[in-house]
């Protein structure tokens, strides 16, 4: 049996700018932020890993827990032709008490 370690790969500045997108502001990532948690829309290619230590990095806080949602693209008719919306994955990201992110102020 072999065990797998979860190691917090570091995360250079260039590439956190790369991994986190832009912040997801709806009225239900309004409400999850009353449990410390904050939405960010992510790469695709990105992991839990690289996730953690680029909010780490970027806004100086400690990150408690990712949980990531992989949305597919729904399928539209634009002028009659079949086309598709883009798939997005999203990081709810739970901080340590204590921690907050000002979404509004930027980076």
Do not use: C, H, Q, W
């Amino acid at each position: 049996m072999i065990k797998y370690r979860n190691k917090l790969k570091e995360v250079d500045l260039n590439k956190s700018y790369k991994i986190i997108r832009k912040p997801i502001v709806t009225e239900k990532a309004t409400k999850l932020s009353e449990f410390n948690k904050v939405v960010f829309e992510v790469a695709s290619k990105s992991n839990k890993n690289e996730i953690k230590g680029a909010i780490e990095k970027l806004f100086s806080v400690k990150v408690k827990a990712v949980n990531i949602i992989n949305t597919k693209g729904k399928l539209k008719r634009f002028k009659g032709v079949l086309g598709k919306r883009n798939d997005i994955k999203k990081a709810v990201i739970t901080l340590v008490e204590g921690n907050t992110i000002d979404i509004s102020a930027g980076v």
